[in-house]
């Protein structure tokens, strides 16, 4: 009895032993691993992926997966820094002014993306990830033409670019961000009414439908939060790069739903943390952290983000199943 | 030769499905195989299709003993099954179907011509003209029937069996199918035909084969048996309890439904509902009883009609505008549309009321959801390891009583149970219906479908009767016995002398 009890401590825990373990090995090959500003370093580069991860585990609660999460990073910076560059020009608008409506339209343009995924994939019955793939493409595709196939470079304000490189005391601010975001998503998870209600759709969406739950609104919100917090990511990156480019954020939906599984959330919908997605993160922080200081060759890089999207999401319905043993 | 099964018991946790079971089959007849819903017909079928292993006793073909590891087994010593959701690939030819998995070739490739001939002289010899190589979902659902059957026949079966193989056919199809099954006697073979529908056993079947409660009752020839006589052997002494007799019907009307229709499950259905009654609606499967109930909700759209409610008339409807205007429906299928089995018990509770548990639009408000679940689990005495477990660890009945609870904190003024008993326990049963006429003795007005008729007897004031999708009348259950019902259900007509009549009765109908 004491015994299962111990093992069932180990498996509720068993992605921050890991975390753990691969710290501790990390530390001993590399000392210059575990300073402070490494760690800062760790928070300040995996925050963008971080913010977008927090929409993505919404989206996964809620039953559906969004793989064009790339694109919407890619968009939002070319659009920002697009209308950056061409209504002070046009106009002679200050670039201040310009920047603001630059970000207005993207987050305009975010929440018509998730409204559309939403929309496509409860009307039409639609598989969100054919859904989301076709958006993903479109939307690449569309920043190119607006770019016109070269990164726009250097258009942003100064202002603008502090939330990607800006710092508050010693800390970064895009982990700043990744941390206001973070206890948004918790909270709306958690205490609100719609959180309940994602919960719900993902765990048995004709209950919940039965139970008076609009289905549509709560996918739609999940999907516009998520494309929102990829806007919110591109601006962070553009503003790390000093520039917005049709091919940002390509392949990143990759990490960001391994970190949101590694945390914990069910594929299969219905089950899930925010809590767990941010642990999620830090671990992914730390994997990519780990193979730069290691020098890891960036296809064995490809190679080990592959396994450790598969052994998270084997780990994810292998766990339950042990768990449930032991009970 | 003939198929024997001896002293069969079958035990599953906490009840005994089949006990003391000894028949004997014999090949060249057709055996109706009957008995209400839970008396042990199914596990019969599945234990001759090996599908489960008998506790006790065996299974014998002439002298020799059957004993088969799976179904894969049953199916190679004979005993050939054709289940009622079809097993055919719609996008594949009939010949493939029949061959599936076991195409002719040659030279290691399909031999498409062979296939053909095969499938055509095959279903030569069953007398039906259907081209081989037509893709199964242009045939009609009969005619799919009897490629399933032709299928299965293909095998060279000793036994059999084919379960409910009309539930999914039109009227005009099942004559078809049954002429088709007849034809099938000449060969050596043992057909045992699973069925509800006792007119069918007239025309398909030379015996039929009752069980009841898990034992058998007896074999009769169709010849010298007539409805009434299988009735009572299905059914035998039914002490039906009644109803406690302080709950009043009032006399106001509190839902209103006219001329509600959705081709093709309910046509032209009209009733009226009054404050604190308890009205029934019984049928046979397929009748389109719980069609109406989600049409009503809201749950399924309908096409024409009109439903009356708080001095609202609506032409549509949806479940969270229902919910407002205070119905509440406890689905059929519980575990795939009354619980979200993998949430908590507490979070299962409180899901239909969350409109009133939010504060301000958007926060939640943790007290009172609290409050509701422990409300509901007290009341309703549901037992549970504790509010947070999934609701997937609960019994069938506990898991009910959270369905219930769920939809009693929304504060209904109306409740629609359908088949509420389905998979629970004695025990629990009674309690969900105490919970009824405790909601009735309120005000609360319930629409209640049920398959289990001495339920419907015993909990209702009034009971509708419906057939292919239409209200044919109203029986009063204080006088109607348990087998006046069943031929009221099966036949559609009702006897004056147990025809529910008193004021309420002109209201129905009427716009």
Redesign the interface.
Known sequence: MARNKWKRMLLDHIIELLLLLIIIALWAAKPSFMTLQNWLNIFKSVALKGVIACGMTMVIISGQIDLSIGSVVAISGVVTSYICDILPRATGMGLTAACIIGIIAAALLAIAIGVFHGFAQQKFGMPSFIVTLSTQLFLYGLAGIICNGFPITNKLPGWFNLIGTGRLGVVPVPAIILIIVFLICLFFMN???????I??VG??Q?????????VTRTKIFCFAATALLATLGGFMNSAQVLSASFSFGKGWETDVISSVVIGGTSMTG??GKIRGTLLGIVFLGVIINGMTLLDVSVYMQYIIRGVLLFSSVLLSIFLPKLKQKLL | MQLIAKNIVKDYPGCRALDDVSIALHSGRVYGLIGKNGSGKSTLVKLFAGVIRPTAGELYMDDQKLLFRDPNDAHEKGIVTVYQEMSLVPGLSVAENIFLNRMPKKNGRINWRAAYKEAKDLLKTMGVEIDPREPVSTLSMWQRQIVEITKAMSFHPKVLLLDEPTSALAQNEVRNLLEFVKSLKDRDIVIIYITHKLQELHIVADEVAVLRDGHFIGKASMDEIDHKGIVNMMFGEVSIRSRPKDIAVRAETVLRVNHLSRPPHYNDVSFALRKGEVLGIAGMLGAGRTELLRGI?G?DPFSAGSIELNGHVLTRTN??K???QGIG?T?EDRK????????SIK?NLC??S??QT?IG????D?PKRSRLAEKQVKELQILIPGMDAPCSSLSGGNQQKVVVG?WLNTQPEIMFYDEPSRGIDVNAKQQIFEIMWAQARKGISTLFVSSELEELLEVCHRILIMKEGAVVGQVNPDVCTINELYSCCMSGVIPHSITFAESGAEDIGKE
Do not use: C, Q, W
């Open positions: 205490y609100t009414h719609i959180g309940r209600s919960y719900a765990g048995n004709e209950a919940a439908r039965l139970s008076g739950i609009n219905g089950i | 909700f749950a479940p969270a229902m919910i407002a429906l689905p795939n549309e009354g619980l979200i089995a993998i949430h979070d899901y239909a969350m409109r939010v639009g958007i926060l939640e943790k769920n």
